[in-house]
Each structure stands twice: as C-alpha cells, then as structure tokens.
C-alpha cells in the first residue's frame, strides 16, 4: 500500500505558476504510476497528468499541454506537478494518485484505474 499527501497548492494570479508536490510513504513508490487530477464543486473528476514509475513516459490532457510538467523523484518518494501559465479556469482541488505498473500497461487516464488517492490540495487562480 501507499500513503500520499499532496501539498503547494495556494492562490495565485493568471499567468503565473505553483509547483505541486505529492509526498508518498512505503518502500515501493517506484513501482506505481503516479496520476494527477482535480476537480472543481458539480463536476466530475478530470484527468490532468501521468507519468510512469520510471519517469521515462508521461501523459497530459489536451487542455494543460504545454503549460504542467509533470515529474517524480523516485529517491524521495515525491511526485510533481509544475503548473505554469495558469488560467481561472484551472481552479480545481488537485489530486495525486498511484496505480501500480505491471510490465508493458499504458499511463491510465480514468481516476476508477487508480488505487491510491492523496486528500488534495486546492488551487485558486484570480483574473
């Protein structure tokens, strides 16, 4: 099993950046692909990023390609979720999740393939 804890979320302006972070317990975090998503009050959950366990693929909705990178430091059991250029429209509480990676699956995009979830962090971009 795995423990996560998101943290960095805040209040920012548009067009500027917050760095997420998604703080994971146990020995084996480098075994699971790590996914963020958010979401916003009366709507569903959305996907935002993926990366694998070894970091070596990732995966973005159309909507913040370009402007998140997604990262993870293995070593420190920590996941990343840079957010750049952020629009209101990004507002969401965001969430971290692991999903364990067997040989040769793909970066799942669905929050019901996930096993693990962190309690969020809310992002607030003003205009």
């Known amino acids: 099993q795995v423990q996560l804890v998101e943290s960095g979320g805040g209040l920012v302006q548009a067009g500027g950046s917050l760095r997420l972070s998604c703080a994971a317990s146990?020995?084996?975090?480098?075994?699971?692909?790590v996914g963020w998503f958010r979401q916003v009050p009366g709507k569903e959950r959305e996907f935002v990023a993926a990366?694998?366990?070894?970091?070596?693929?990732?995966s973005y909705a159309d909507y913040v390609k370009g402007r998140f990178t997604v990262s993870r430091d293995n070593d420190k059991n920590t996941g990343f979720l840079q957010m750049s250029s952020l629009k209101p429209e990004d507002t969401a509480v965001y969430y971290c999740?692991?999903?364990?990676?067997?040989?040769?699956?793909?970066?799942?995009?669905?929050?019901?393939?996930?096993?693990?979830w962190g309690q969020g962090t809310q992002v607030t971009v003003s205009s």
């Open positions: 999740a692991a999903k364990w990676q067997t040989f040769g699956s793909t970066l799942p995009s669905a929050d019901t393939q996930y096993d693990y």
């Open positions: 146990g020995r084996t975090f480098g075994r699971y692909i």
């Open positions: 990366i694998s366990r070894g970091a070596g693929t990732t």
